[in-house]
């Protein structure tokens, strides 16, 4: 269909031969999922508040937030359709690293629909249960664990930064390292949307950084010349991931402070495995904790808190969890925390792609 739609451009192109590339397929992913993005986002946040899907406030979160209730949420559905439109205009559809992504972010978007829904229909910031969230979300890792332990070509050695002979067969222990790294990435990167713009920002980073890694990876030269594993096929997922950067900052127009609309759980949850997936399937899990760093720190920061108040009868070592909260309450202004964490996303993402060469 694509060859049908562009066939007017093939003298501007120089003939089809373009679009084999996934260096052009992946920019122009990113622009159409952009563009998509901007286009529709308007008329999107105009349906969601018709509907009256507002989000619901945390009662002991910061004072400051109570002014944002009421804003539209969900905005994480637009994320998700203009990424899989973009992706599925310019990849190899018969690749099925891109129908891995695909069942990863419905998935994982599905959970978070459902969690939002509920929290709209009980007029409450409580959708479902810790436990029932996670079940369904081992439930989608397990399957995704699967389809990479019996790909074709793919093997579960894991790649150590800084050792270039020490890569350990995990054998079956591929599998429950995967559920991990998926269900821990979601979350990382749900525990990280408490401000506006906070998480779509280290989202995109990450994707980015991911974007270039799955184009590395698939290029048996540049990979054997790098010393990272060589993984056919896995190089489609560029586009994928150049949809997810597109829609990111597309998102991010209306999202920025004051935000007109929340990515909400289903965006959240959906990038999250995504980017955890992503990891696995590039063999790069280390890099996803030094280009996802923001989303590591803010996980332990509620692991530390909570693990603290309970050993200490109620002693705090944060004022607030997750920890961009923390900062709130010593002062900075919401925007100052933001930005802040955007530019270490994009420190840590340039170390991430350093360490390519330090090996």
């Given at each position: 269909m694509l060859y049908h739609l562009l066939y007017p451009l093939k003298t501007v192109f120089g003939g089809f031969n373009v679009f084999r590339y996934i260096t052009f397929r992946s920019i122009f992913a990113v622009l159409t999922?952009?563009?998509?993005?901007?286009?529709?986002?308007?008329?999107?946040?105009?349906?969601?508040?018709?509907?009256?899907?507002?989000?619901?406030?945390?009662?002991?979160?910061?004072?400051?937030?109570?002014?944002?209730?009421?804003?539209?949420?969900?905005?994480?559905?637009?994320?998700?359709?203009?990424?899989l439109a973009a992706t599925l205009l310019w990849a190899e559809l018969a690749n099925p690293y891109?129908?891995?992504?695909?069942?990863?972010v419905?998935?994982?978007?599905?959970?978070?629909?459902?969690?939002?829904?509920?929290?709209?229909?009980?007029?409450?910031?409580?959708?479902?249960?810790?436990r029932s969230k996670l079940l369904a979300q081992t439930v989608i890792a397990i399957i995704a664990a699967f389809w990479l332990y019996y790909s074709p070509g793919f093997d579960t050695t894991l790649t150590l930064p800084f050792f270039k002979q020490a890569q350990p067969d995990l054998g079956w222990g591929f599998?429950?390292?995967?559920?991990?790294?998926?269900?821990?990435?979601a979350n990382a990167v749900n525990l990280t949307d408490g401000l506006d713009g906070l998480a779509i920002g280290p989202v995109t980073i990450a994707a980015g950084i991911f974007m270039i890694l799955c184009y590395l990876a698939g290029n048996k030269v540049i990979a054997t010349y790098l010393q990272i594993p060589y993984i056919r096929g896995v190089g489609e997922l560029s586009i994928f991931l150049g949809a997810v950067v597109g829609a990111g900052v597309g998102f991010l127009w209306f999202n920025s402070?004051?935000?007109?609309?929340?990515?909400?759980?289903?965006?959240?949850?959906?990038?999250?495995?995504?980017?955890?997936?992503?990891?696995?399937?590039?063999?790069?899990?280390?890099l996803l904790a030094v280009a996802g760093g923001i989303f590591v720190v803010e996980a332990l920061s509620v692991i530390i808190q909570v693990s603290f108040f309970k050993v200490s009868n109620g002693k705090r070592v944060f004022r607030m969890a997750p920890l961009h909260h923390h900062f709130e309450l010593k002062g900075w202004p919401e925007p100052k925390v933001i930005v802040r964490f955007w530019i270490l996303s994009l420190i840590l993402g340039l170390i991430s792609l350093s360490f390519l060469k330090l090996r």
């Open positions: 999922a952009l563009l998509i993005t901007l286009f529709i986002g308007s008329w999107f946040i105009r349906k969601l508040k018709a509907m009256q899907v507002g989000q619901y406030i945390r009662e002991d979160g910061p004072q400051s937030h109570f002014s944002k209730a009421g804003t539209p949420t969900m905005g994480g559905l637009m994320i998700i359709f203009t990424a891109i129908w891995l992504l695909v069942m990863v419905l998935g994982f978007g599905l959970i978070g629909f459902y969690d939002d829904y509920l929290k709209v229909v009980k007029k409450h910031n409580k959708g479902l249960s810790g599998i429950p390292l995967a559920v991990f790294i998926i269900v821990g990435s402070y004051p935000a007109q609309v929340f990515m909400g759980d289903v965006g959240a949850l959906a990038l999250g495995g995504v980017l955890g997936t992503v990891a696995l399937a590039t063999k790069q899990e280390f």
